[in-house]
């Protein structure tokens, strides 16, 4: 697992990323030193949760990629299938090659 998410953290842009339990409980992570590992895991879940919960509401089916723009940098959440593939990049990472490398990085955990 922690070899799927260092070679994800090599494209460029990505400060780090991590595979995370529905119930927030950290798989495996492999984050930059300045992320706390157990915030980014809590906010994973939380945000996934929620989102679901609203669509449920809306008649809709459960999301399989969020994605969360803000000044310092994004984040992307994707459903992992054994659990949420969480990935935090710079503020001006191509999210075309990102959303590829992901893509790629799931295939392979899925695969396991």
């Known amino acids: 697992m922690?070899?799927?998410?260092?070679?994800?953290?090599?494209?460029?842009?990505?400060?780090?990323?991590?595979?995370?339990?529905?119930?927030?409980?950290?798989?495996a992570a492999d984050l930059d030193s300045t992320l706390e590992d157990e915030t980014v895991g809590a906010m994973a879940a939380s945000i996934m949760s929620n989102v679901n919960k609203a669509l449920e509401r809306l008649k809709q089916h459960n999301t399989d990629r969020i994605t969360i723009e803000?000044?310092?940098?994004?984040?992307?959440?994707?459903?992992?299938?054994?659990?949420?593939?969480?990935?935090?990049?710079?503020?001006e990472v191509n999210v075309g090659l990102i959303r590829l490398e992901i893509k790629n990085a799931i295939t392979q955990i899925k695969g396991q």
Request: aromatic share 4%; no cysteine; glycine share 16%.
């Open 70 to 91: 803000a000044d310092q940098g994004k984040i992307f959440l994707n459903d992992a299938g054994v659990g949420i593939l969480a990935v935090v990049t710079d503020p």
């Open 2 to 27: 922690y070899n799927i998410l260092g070679d994800l953290n090599k494209a460029s842009g990505v400060r780090g990323s991590m595979l995370v339990g529905s119930d927030g409980i950290i798989i």
